[in-house]
């Protein structure tokens, strides 16, 4: 094959990445792999949120880019039925009957299909129940993701 002809690979739907990121809210850097090494994933698999999966979209490897991601499309609005009272009795149920829980403390719980897992905030604590918070943690806010495409299968 002449090198001359040889043309460099884009990003498309299903392209296998290895790339560096970073993802950043108000409060900062939420992930950054630019000083470790890089990720691996594969687009349409849901790894990133769809609209960083967008903005990867037709990339060529070699790009380095940075995006401003509006609040409405980052993760989404925040939703006032993702914040839920749990009982302390289900709590004592799925984990350590001895935990105590503090505000702003993720915990983690097992999907209902025991399928992996998903994680919420604490935003209150009660005598007989806990407050959390599943919405994701950058919900309702505008995020910047900074991305450099190293390889793309």
Same mark, same amino acid.
């Given at each position: 094959?002449?090198?001359?002809?040889?043309?460099?690979?884009?990003? +498309?739907?299903?392209?296998?990445?290895?790339?560096? =990121?970073?993802?950043?809210?108000? $409060?900062?850097?939420?992930?950054?792999?630019?000083?470790?090494?890089?990720?691996?994933?594969?687009?349409?698999?849901?790894?990133?949120?769809?609209?960083?999966?967008?903005? %990867?979209?037709?990339?060529?490897?070699?790009?380095?880019? +940075?995006?401003?991601?509006?609040?409405?499309?980052?993760?989404?609005?925040?939703?006032?039925?993702? %914040?839920?009272?749990?009982?302390?009795? %289900?709590?004592? $149920?799925?984990?350590?009957?001895?935990?105590? =829980?503090?505000?702003?403390?993720? #915990?983690?719980?097992?999907?209902?299909?025991?399928?992996?897992? =998903?994680?919420?905030?604490? $935003? $209150? #604590?009660?005598?007989?129940? #806990?407050?959390?918070?599943?919405?994701?943690?950058?919900?309702?806010?505008?995020? +910047?993701?900074?991305?450099?495409?190293?390889? #793309?299968?």
């Amino acid at each position: 094959m002449n090198p001359s002809t040889s043309q460099i690979p884009f990003v +498309t739907q299903g392209s296998f990445l290895t790339l560096h =990121y970073r993802l950043a809210g108000p $409060q900062g850097d939420i992930i950054n792999t630019f000083l470790e090494k890089p990720a691996t994933l594969s687009l349409g698999k849901s790894e990133l949120s769809p609209a960083m999966e967008e903005k %990867l979209m037709g990339l060529s490897e070699g790009t380095r880019a +940075t995006f401003e991601i509006p609040k409405d499309q980052a993760f989404g609005s925040r939703n006032s039925d993702m %914040l839920q009272w749990v009982s302390r009795q %289900l709590l004592k $149920q799925m984990g350590d009957p001895l935990e105590t =829980y503090q505000i702003g403390e993720v #915990v983690e719980f097992p999907a209902p299909n025991g399928q992996g897992t =998903y994680a919420g905030s604490v $935003q $209150q #604590v009660a005598e007989d129940a #806990v407050l959390f918070d599943f919405n994701h943690p950058l919900a309702g806010h505008a995020v +910047t993701f900074e991305v450099e495409i190293i390889g #793309v299968l």
